[in-house]
């Protein structure tokens, strides 16, 4: 998953995006003011943008407004210091999934960023099941017919993404968008090495296969292969 | 008087148009009695013309006998069941109607009467009855004639006439009543219209405004007043509610910070090295807190009328040296190149003890704060013309653009170079600074461009040395009329 922390006060942003990598594996990228923060929103596909309301160049709402305006989906927490009943009201109608009022408990903001990014795909029920595969968000842990694996930060970021849209075939483009932050240095063969390092971990005690290959178009995850190409 | 508007509108209508109808009443009936009358006296003049054309084409004159008998022949038929006697000029009767006969009287004497004859009115025969008398010469020989007119006929008409006016009258009136209702209602109907606008707004819809009346008359423009007043209130309201939000911004985000990053400390597995860290985060967070709420409190105290600067002589040399001290450390860490010049002599301003160190603080820290390393900044203090001290402080920073120089000086503003290269401060420091300021009546003039820094200078008035000098006492008075309403108090 990959979050975006529009929010001007340098330490706040710094501590959210932190708590974000430490406690829930997202990669966060960070914008200081609402103009920088717009066009990182509408040029890169995030799962969730934290935005404060009180911003340089261009307020929350306006960029809040702008978003649903270009009719993005994308979840949008609002990180608010007005936590007054009209301000809400106002939030909401505009189009922000959900508000926290500062000074927030840094915890409830994972929680939540949790709760609208499984929402965002559709799944209800905090842990996702794909077969015999459970992952455990809360916890960064996934585990398969039972036995838990032992997974890097990165191959769970993979694993989660992956399993928050089963049977969906992903695009190398498209996973290397959602499981790095700007910062990092995009060389496609990475994800290669992190896909069969994950493929060897899933596929312990000689169990069924659950990510696929399909030569030109991406990757998979499912159970039943035959299921992909009518879907 | 507690009536509603309307219904007094509708009475004094109802009065006025009563009181004009029964004068023009009053008036239409004398008119017509008046016209009448002149009718009947026209025609008893002419009658009494033709007796006297009579009387001299006949040549009567002298001979009674003949008199009698030619004016009984002639007036006995033609004026059959009128009023007329005539007597000549020793009183004896010539003539008398039927009529008169009936109800007879004596003509006062021709002496007696004057030129254009006189009027009588008398009852007979059961009628009332208007008759003239006048007297005419012909040959020497004055005769006198009376002739009358029954006034029943003209009674008649006037009672009619009286009859219709009293029963139209109350028809009209009951008009008039109704007509003043409605127009009252009519011309009322907007202010209603407006007063059931006006209570629909509220706190909550102050942006809404009264409907504009397409009318260019007083009610349009109650309404425009209205609308006027509504859009000072709604501004008042929103800077107090931009003051809360922003105010409420600053403390909060800080407050957030610091709990995060107690709450990233102690939930996570945290090296002593991170956790000094983020105590000292905390740390530097809370003291950026406490002399942010310094700074509101201030306002609030402005704002409140509390503060109130206390004008005496200052020596300016001093404050400058001790600003000077104060900062040139923080500089020297910060690598920017601190100069101070000051006069040598010490040099007497009229100023506030306490708020112009503060100040040439805020002004110096504002330089610090967008200075980069390698910067300068120069604080300067010179006698300009004779009789004001000139404050200068200059710095070759990051500058502010013309459009933010309008607003540097307005609560919580900063401009976009400032909060994109720094998060220290508030945006209150300046609106503070032209607080102080007006309260010495002197203006902080900014001189500055992008990229090549900033002077921020005022003058205060000199004591010392030059002619023309005001002294603390006569500024004092009236800088600070809060002061004087407190001692009071």
């Known amino acids: ?231 | 008087m507690n009536l509603p508007i309307r219904i007094r509108l509708s009475m004094s209508y109802f009065f006025i148009f009563a009181a004009a109808s029964t004068l023009l009443a009053g008036a239409s009936w004398y008119m017509a009695q008046r016209s009448l009358q002149f009718e009947l006296d026209h025609e008893m003049e002419e009658r009494i013309d033709d007796v006297r054309d009579f009387v001299a084409a006949q040549g009567l004159i002298g001979d009674e006998a003949k008199a009698r008998a030619t004016i009984a022949a002639e007036f006995g038929l033609k004026d059959e069941g009128k009023w007329l006697q005539i007597e000549d000029t020793h009183g004896r009767w010539i003539f008398r109607s039927r009529h008169m006969l009936a109800a007879p009287h004596g003509i006062p004497p021709a002496a007696s009467l004057p030129a254009g004859g006189s009027y009588f009115d008398f009852w007979g025969m059961d009628e009332p009855v208007r008759s003239l008398r006048r007297a005419f010469t012909i040959d020497g020989h004055v005769w006198v004639v009376e002739t009358g007119v029954s006034l029943q006929k003209t009674d008649r008409v006037l009672a009619h006439f009286r009859d219709d006016l009293l029963l139209i009258a109350p028809m009209v009136l009951l008009m008039a009543g109704l007509a003043g209702h409605l127009l009252s209602r009519r011309a009322l109907d907007p202010v209603a219209a407006i007063a059931r606008e006006a209570q629909r707004i509220h706190e909550g819809n102050l942006q809404s405004r009264l409907p504009r009346l397409k009318t260019r008359d007083e009610l349009a423009h109650l309404s425009t007043t209205l609308n006027d007043m509504l859009e000072r209130i709604e501004s008042g309201v929103r800077s107090v509610r931009d003051f809360t939000a922003h105010a409420s911004h600053e403390l909060r985000t800080p407050v957030a910070l610091i709990r995060s990053e107690a709450d990233l400390a102690l939930h996570f597995d945290r090296s002593p090295r991170e956790c000094r860290e983020a105590i000292a985060v905390i740390g530097a967070e809370a003291r950026q807190m406490s002399s942010l709420l310094d700074s509101l409190l201030f306002l609030a105290r402005v704002d409140a009328g509390t503060e109130a600067a206390q004008l005496e002589n200052v020596d300016a040399q001093q404050v400058c040296a001790g600003a000077s001290r104060k900062w040139r450390a923080h500089f020297r860490t910060a690598d920017i190149q601190f100069s101070v010049e000051l006069p040598p002599a010490p040099l007497i301003v009229v100023a506030d003890n306490l708020y112009l160190p503060r100040l040439l603080n805020i002004i110096l820290e504002n330089a610090g704060k967008y200075t980069p390393a390698g910067g300068m900044i120069r604080l300067s203090l010179t006698s300009d013309r004779g009789n004001r001290a000139r404050f200068e402080i200059a710095d070759n920073g990051v500058g502010i653009s013309p459009l933010d120089q309008a607003h540097i000086f307005d609560r919580f503003y900063r401009a976009a170079a400032a909060r994109a290269t720094r998060t220290t401060g508030s945006g209150l420091g300046l609106a503070l600074a032209a607080w102080i300021a007006a309260r010495h009546q002197t203006k902080i003039e900014v001189a500055s461009a992008l990229g090549a820094g900033s002077s921020f200078s005022w003058t205060l008035p000199l004591i010392s040395g030059t002619a023309g000098a005001v002294s603390a006492e006569e500024l004092g008075g009236h800088l600070s009329p809060e002061q004087s309403s407190s001692c009071v108090a």
């Open chain 1, 1 to 231: 998953m990959r979050v975006l922390v529009i929010e001007d006060h340098a330490g706040l942003a710094r501590n959210v995006a932190r708590a974000l990598r430490d406690s829930a594996a997202y990669a966060v990228d960070m914008s200081p003011d609402g103009q920088d923060g717009l066009f990182m929103a509408q040029s890169t596909p995030y799962d969730l943008i934290l935005l404060d309301l009180m911003l340089p160049q261009m307020d929350g709402l306006a960029v809040l407004r702008t978003l649903r305006a270009s009719s993005s989906r994308v979840p949008v927490l609002i990180l608010t210091s007005r936590d007054d009943k009209e301000t809400t009201v106002a939030l909401l109608n505009a189009g922000a999934d959900d508000y926290l009022a500062k000074p927030f408990d840094i915890g409830e903001m994972v929680a939540r960023c949790r709760a609208l990014i499984r929402r965002s795909h559709g799944q209800a029920a905090p842990r996702i099941q794909v077969g015999d595969l459970l992952v455990l968000p809360e916890q960064m842990t996934a585990a398969r017919a039972g036995e838990p694996l032992e997974l890097t930060a990165m191959e769970y970021r993979l694993l989660e993404y992956m399993a928050h849209r089963p049977r969906a075939v992903l695009s190398k483009t498209e996973l290397l968008e959602h499981l790095y932050d700007y910062n990092w240095e995009k060389f496609s063969n990475v994800l290669e090495v992190y896909i069969s390092s994950l493929r060897r971990k899933l596929n312990r005690n000689s169990l069924a296969p659950l990510i696929h290959t399909l030569r030109g178009r991406g990757y998979v995850l499912v159970r039943d292969r035959s299921s992909v190409t009518s879907a």
